[in-house]
């Protein structure tokens, strides 16, 4: 049971990686896990990542703001939880998220 589970998880990680690749290249920087059921991704040119939240739960995607893993102020961290998502929605997902941070980058806030 333990390697099966192990297995489908590396491969929900592989797919959120690889859409990670695809969608966000030029918006953020990653280290892909070795084990787990989330990424950390630190978004480029935005210091705060609470003001993305809603907007992303609004295109259909959500994540856990760093801030939410520090005791005090602003992150640009993003936790992404590949374990819930399925390998082959994956994609949808991050681009959605990439989406978001585009308009977000866009209207300046």
């Not at 990670?20 to 950390?40: C, K, R, Y």
């Not at 609004?58 to 590949?82: H, M, W």
């Amino acid at each position: 049971r333990e390697a099966v589970v192990s297995t489908q998880s590396n491969g929900q990680r592989d797919a959120t990686v690889a859409a990670l690749d695809n969608h966000m290249a030029e918006l953020a920087t990653w280290i892909v896990p070795e084990a787990g059921m989330f990424v950390w991704v630190k978004l480029n040119d935005v210091e705060d990542s609470d003001v993305l939240a809603k907007q992303a739960m609004d295109n259909g995607v959500c994540f856990v703001p760093g801030s939410a893993f520090v005791t005090e102020g602003k992150s640009p961290y993003i936790r992404l939880a590949f374990g819930l998502v399925e390998a082959d929605k994956a994609d949808e997902a991050v681009s959605r998220l990439a989406h978001t941070i585009r308009q977000h980058l866009e209207s300046g806030k």
